[in-house]
C-alpha cells in the first residue's frame, strides 16, 4: 500500500546529521514507492535552501541533492517564512523589496505554518527529523 508522506525538517543545512537524514528517508520512501508530497524546512532547516551553499568538492551537496529529489519526486520544497527572514534566507520577491540580493534557490517556495498545517492534514504520515 503507498502512502502519501510529508516531511518536516528542522536541521541545518551542514553541521548536524538531520538534513542528510531527512533526505536519505525521502529517497527510501520513494524507492519503496510512496509518494513524497512536500517537504516543509522550519527552524534552522531553511539554510537547506540557501542557494549560496558551497560544500567542498569531498562533501555532499546536500542542498543539489533536494532539488534532485524535487525533480525526481515532484513534490514541493516550502520553506517558513518567518524563520527564513529572521536566519538572511531571502527569496527573490522579498530580496527585491528590501533592495538585497536573493540567496535562496527558486526551487524553493516561501511559505507559512498554515501551509505546513495543510501538507500535514492532507499527508498519511508526517515525519519529522
Not at 538572511?88 to 520577491?93: F, S, T
Amino acid at each position: 500500500m503507498s502512502l502519501r508522506y510529508s516531511l518536516i525538517v528542522t536541521s541545518p543545512l551542514y553541521g548536524k546529521q538531520g538534513s542528510a537524514t531527512a533526505l536519505n528517508f525521502a529517497k527510501a520512501l520513494i524507492a519503496e514507492g510512496h509518494r513524497l508530497q512536500a517537504v516543509f524546512f522550519y527552524l534552522d532547516g531553511v539554510s537547506n535552501a540557501l542557494a549560496t551553499s558551497f560544500p567542498t568538492s569531498d562533501e555532499i551537496n546536500i542542498h543539489q541533492q533536494w532539488l534532485e529529489l524535487k525533480q525526481q519526486a515532484n513534490c514541493d520544497l516550502l520553506v517558513c517564512s518567518a524563520a527564513a527572514y529572521r536566519r538572511g534566507i531571502l527569496d527573490h520577491e522579498q530580496a527585491q523589496q528590501l533592495g538585497l540580493s536573493a540567496n535562496m534557490s527558486s526551487q524553493f517556495t516561501v511559505s507559512g505554518l498554515a501551509e505546513m498545517a495543510s501538507v500535514m492534514l492532507s499527508a498519511d504520515r508526517v515525519v519529522h527529523l
